[in-house]
Every structure is written in structure tokens, then in C-alpha cells.
């Protein structure tokens, strides 16, 4: 670890970012910052470099982060991020600032997935974050040919009756098993691929959600950087990239 990082202070160094309600009582900046790409298994990361990039996204007005429990690492160093600014701003500067991690189980569990199991990956990222309740976890299920994603998402609705959880959402679910949660459980958000070049979600997945009260997180909006100035005038290059995120983004590109 390297020497102790500069914290903003207080409210006074943050940037005025628009937010928006999930739910009544429950609000976040307009952006959030993804945390995908601090897992090393995306490439090199400097623990300091990252915890040092969220407090100036803080100062910037950004105050909800997205994570994994599969992001190798990212919880641990929101963790870190987290009791840093505690002890610089106290608990004030630390209730402005919302977690969004994800329950991902692993693919080979999904057929005998037990309340105990999911139990123990909420503990497990409530330990690595540092919180005694996780503000959202978005529920992923690898596989619907797997039964069983509307029995965990019933075990994440007893964790959140028990105080380990204030709210749930889901990542990367399509209509059918959107519906089919919302019959099982109050789901609170769904977190989306959406951009210029992929309207999917902006139809029945939608409706869907607006007649649910489902809020929308979208993700993937600039194709992982496709859609900026720094590939004007590049020339194409093809699939040879240093990551699976930029290689399903060029892929979209090609079915736009």
C-alpha cells in the first residue's frame, strides 16, 4: 500500500450532479462509476491509483459505485475507499456515497443453490465493502435453462428482511425473467446494455419496467468508448483487443 490519500473534506468539494430517485427515500447521482475495470482481470490496476480515482469522482459529484462480487478485488478496494473517507469526513460524508454490488453465484452452484449459500456471498461482500447493509444488490442468473433463480431471488428477499440488504435489483435479465422476479419479490432496479447502438431494452423490457416501478441503470451507453472522439479517424481494429468487454461492444457494432 502506498501513503495515506487526500480525502475531500466535505460537501463543500463536491460538484453538483443531478440525481435521480430508485425509490422513494432513495436517490443517486445521474452517473455512477463502474467498477468492472478495476478487476485484474482486465489488466494491470494500482489499488492506490483506483482508490484515489474514486475520491475525485466523489469531489466530482459522482457518489454511487457499481461492483461485483466476481470483480476480482473491486469490493475490497471500495472497502478501502470507503474507510478512508470515513475517517476523513465521518459518517456524514460516508451516507452520501451508495454502493451498487452484484450477487453473482457461482455457475456450477446454480442447481443446489441453498439460502445459506447466498447468505454467505452477502456476508462475504458486506465484509469486503465494510457496510452493515448492502444499499443494492443486483442479482445475476447465468443460466434460466438452470432452475432455481426465483427461489435465491426469495432468499435475497429473507436477507433483506433480515437488515442485510435494503433493496434488490437484477443484472442483465431479459422480460420474461423480469416479470417472473417481480411476482417473487419487490425488484427495484434493472441494470441494462443500452446505447445508440443497442435500443433493445427500450422496448417490451421497458414497458415492462415502468409498469413494475423498476427503475433503469443503464450500461455499455458510449460501447466502451466507441461512441467518443478518440477513435475518430482510427482505422478499424478488427477483434484484437485486451479485454472481453471491448470485443462484445466491437461486436455490437457489426450487428448495428
Known amino acids: 500500500m ?33 467498477g468492472w475495470q478495476l478487476s485484474g482481470d482486465h489488466g494491470a490496476v494500482k489499488a492506490d491509483q483506483a482508490v484515489s480515482d474514486m475520491v475525485r469522482f466523489v469531489d466530482a459529484g459522482v457518489t454511487a459505485f457499481d461492483c461485483a462480487d466476481i470483480y476480482s478485488g473491486v469490493e475490497d478496494k471500495i472497502g478501502r475507499f470507503r ?79 433480515k437488515g442485510k440488504i435494503d433493496l434488490i435489483g437484477v443484472t442483465n435479465f431479459d422480460t420474461e425473467h423480469l416479470a417472473e422476479l417481480c411476482d417473487t419479490t419487490d ?9 445508440l447502438l443497442d435500443r433493445r431494452a427500450s422496448q417490451d423490457f421497458a414497458a415492462l419496467a415502468r409498469d413494475r416501478g423498476v427503475s433503469l441503470f443503464a450500461y455499455g451507453v458510449l460501447a466502451g468508448g466507441f461512441l ?16 472481453r468487454s471491448l470485443v462484445k461492444y466491437r461486436l455490437i457494432i457489426e450487428e448495428f
Open 83 to 161: 474507510a478512508g473517507l470515513r475517517r476523513a469526513g465521518g459518517l456524514d460524508a460516508l451516507d452520501r456515497i451508495k454502493v451498487h454490488t452484484k450477487y453473482v453465484p457461482d455457475r456450477d452452484s446454480l442447481a443446489r443453490l441453498t439460502l445459506r449459500d447466498v447468505e454467505a456471498g452477502i456476508d462475504r461482500s458486506l465484509m469486503r465493502l465494510g457496510m452493515d447493509r448492502l444499499d443494492l444488490v443486483q442479482f445475476h442468473w447465468w443460466d434460466y435453462a438452470v432452475p432455481g433463480h426465483v427461489d435465491a431471488a426469495r432468499h435475497l428477499g429473507t436477507l433483506r428482511d
Open 228 to 243: 467518443t472522439d478518440a477513435w475518430l479517424g482510427r482505422p478499424d481494429p478488427g477483434l484484437d483487443f485486451e479485454n
Open 187 to 195: 425488484v427495484a432496479s434493472a441494470q441494462v446494455q443500452y446505447s
Open 2 to 34: 502506498g501513503g495515506e490519500l487526500e480525502y475531500g473534506a466535505g460537501p463543500s468539494r463536491v460538484t453538483e450532479v443531478p440525481r435521480v430517485a430508485v425509490r422513494p427515500g432513495y436517490s443517486v447521482s445521474r452517473i455512477i462509476k463502474g
